[in-house]
Nanobody, 115 residues
């Protein structure tokens, strides 16, 4: 079955950085589009960044320049490098895989930024 396992979340001070990882199995990673989403309490889940199988990237306008999405097809892993974090970035971050018309989600990893 498809599994997406996120890691790398945690508590960080404002201005700090974190790198999230999402290891995928059960899909053909190299032909899957991948994305990172986040959800804060009381808010809707929002797309943070995505990367196509061909390497094209998309970023939410408010995050451009601070976050970088990348992928390693050999490791079936997608990454999200987050810099200059602020309390507004506190959320559960979810990995999403889009494979053959289906969407798959990870269980999420908590990111908490203290001021």
């Amino acid at each position: 079955q498809v599994q997406l396992v996120e890691s790398g979340g945690g508590l960080v001070q404002a201005g700090g950085s974190l790198r999230l990882s999402c290891a995928a199995s059960g899909i053909i990673f190299s032909i899957s589009d991948m994305g990172w989403y986040r959800q804060s309490p009381g808010k809707q889940r929002e797309r943070v960044a995505s990367i196509t199988s061909g390497g094209r990237t998309y970023y939410a306008d408010s995050l451009k320049g601070r976050f970088t999405i990348s992928r390693d097809n050999a490791k079936s892993t997608v990454y999200l490098q987050m810099n200059s974090l602020g309390p507004e970035d506190t959320a559960v971050y979810y990995c999403k895989a889009m494979f053959r018309g289906n969407n798959y989600w990870g269980q999420g990893t908590q990111v908490t930024v203290s001021s």
